[in-house]
């Protein structure tokens, strides 16, 4: 099976990561739209141009299946992508959504994109619960340019965190967050919600081809090399502007 995964950036990688673990015998191609990231300050009609770029991207790949890794695409636009390319396409958020409905906690935190936040998806599924959300904007920026241990990073953790009470699950809407799991749990003992980690247990792939990995990247720096090394270490970048 052949599956395309995107995102604006790295962000999507923790995701890419999380299904190759469950679901190793797979052809995975990978698009990270770093030119235009971060997708969390965008309107609708430019993440409707991105999006569209990216899936005739991958349906020119001939991909059986597409993953919006993308918290912010997946909240704006998904009902309006999923139906339209004649391929299935899956979005981050609803396994997330549908684990939050069965569990017993009332009160959820979202911490997340503007963009994300801005949908107030969270609020329109959950109803029956409390939550709790958080504009990060700043998180993704710094994620990118691989200032995840700089003290601006802790600095501005911190205060998006103040508003979230100890023992609360905490849904990282964002696919970049992932990577500030550990740096999150010393500053406040939160349940995490890894959005990646639960599509990959919900999702139902077929696991019985050969294991293949291409990721691309509108645009490939140095910065970029060096982060997506701390990811996936053994494997090539490809430069791809659509």
Known sequence: MKIGVFDSGLGGLTVLKELISEYPNNEYIYFGDTINLPYGNKSKKQLLTFVDKIIKFFKDEEVDLIIVACGTSSSNIYFDIKDKYHVPIIDILSPTINYLLSCNNKKIGVMGTEM???????????????????????????????????????????????????????????????????????????????????????????????????????????????????????????????
């Open 116 to 242: 994300l936040i801005k949908s107030k998806y969270f609020d329109k599924y959950l109803k029956n619960k409390e939550v709790v959300s958080v504009k990060a904007p700043k998180l993704v920026p710094l994620i990118e340019k691989g200032e995840i241990n700089s003290l601006e990073m802790q600095t501005t953790l911190k205060e998006y965190l103040k508003v979230f009470d100890e023992n609360m699950i905490l849904v990282l809407g964002c696919t970049h967050y992932p990577l500030l799991a550990e740096k999150i749990l010393k500053i406040k003992k939160l349940k995490l919600i890894d959005m990646g980690k639960v599509l990959s247990k919900h999702i139902n792939l077929t696991n019985k081809g050969q294991f293949k990995i291409k990721l691309y990247f509108s645009k490939v720096d140095a910065t970029l090399l060096k982060n997506v090394k701390q990811i996936f270490n053994d494997c090539k970048l490809y430069e791809k502007k659509l």
